[in-house]
């Protein structure tokens, strides 16, 4: 049970607003039995908690964007790199009276937020986009090489880390990579680099792309192995559970009727 709700607690933001919607409904409920709740007879309050349904539901929408299968590190840099960028916007516009990427609270306490609330506001986007400076610094080293690997033929040439400025300039100048690049995915675009004109640049692209960005990968396998290995499969040994964990993970399909038909079917023995 605390698992299951720490789990769901990821759509935090979904659980506030949908609180939010039902306030009237909360407050005669409490009511009838007895426990009325103050705080929503406060508007100050209300107001609050407006701010922080939308607050998380912004959260709560950049975590969904961060997982799932086959994101390298490069996706991840560009949906942080966005968020602080929205950060900033926002602080920008509340400072303005500007609360149109705040739905909850710009479509029922507009014209009601005071000076006060408007600084606490700014002040919660500014300990969260300081937060996220902290917690993602590691970016701010690799942002030379993430950007590198990102938009190569539209770097600024002092941008480029100096040990790819020479690769950088001349595969500025190909134009069958530059079309290349414009139309497949990074990870097979680097089989057309030769290696003898790219070598640190390949080897910046498969360090990227290697980086283990998100542990979504390893809790969906833990997922898996938890449904299969369950207290009605008593008999499933080690190898069985390695062999189901891998067909299910894998991305290549099993074709269990060429399976099968290796396999000779065991007759019984007559009588």
Not at 124 to 130: A, D, G, M, T, Y
Not at 168 to 194: A, G, T, V
Request: proline share 4%.
């Amino acid at each position: 049970m605390p698992y299951h709700c720490a789990v769901r607690w990821l759509s935090l933001g979904n659980v506030f607003l949908r609180v939010f919607e039902l306030l009237a409904e909360i407050e005669i409920f409490m009511q009838d039995k007895g426990k009325p709740i103050p705080e929503l007879q406060d508007e100050i309050w209300l107001m609050e908690l407006a701010f922080l349904v939308d607050m998380t539901t912004h959260l709560n929408g950049l975590n969904v964007s961060l997982q799932g299968r086959e994101q390298t590190i490069v996706d991840l840099y560009e949906k942080i790199q966005a968020f602080r960028a929205k950060l900033n916007l926002w602080i920008q516009q509340i400072s303005s009276n500007n609360y149109f990427h705040f739905p909850t609270l710009n479509e029922k306490f507009k014209d009601k937020i005071t000076e006060d609330l408007k600084n606490l506001f700014t002040d919660v986007l500014e300990k969260l986009k300081s937060s996220f400076n902290e917690r993602f610094d590691e970016f701010r080293k690799l942002k030379g090489y993430l950007e590198v690997t990102t938009i190569p033929f539209s770097m600024n040439e002092n941008d480029i880390p100096v040990e790819l400025q020479m690769e950088i300039l001349q595969l500025k100048h190909s134009i069958l990579l530059r079309d290349r690049f414009e139309k497949m995915p990074l990870k097979e675009f680097i089989f057309l680099l030769p290696e003898d004109k790219y070598p640190i640049f390949r080897k910046v692209i498969i360090r990227m792309l290697s980086m283990f960005g998100s542990t979504y990968v390893c809790e969906q396998l833990f997922s898996v192995m938890n449904v299969i290995k369950n207290d009605r499969r008593s008999r499933l040994t080690d190898e069985h559970l390695e062999a189901a964990v891998r067909i299910k993970v894998s991305n290549i399909p099993a074709d269990i009727s060429a399976l099968a038909g290796k396999k000779r079917a065991q007759i019984s023995p007559p009588t």
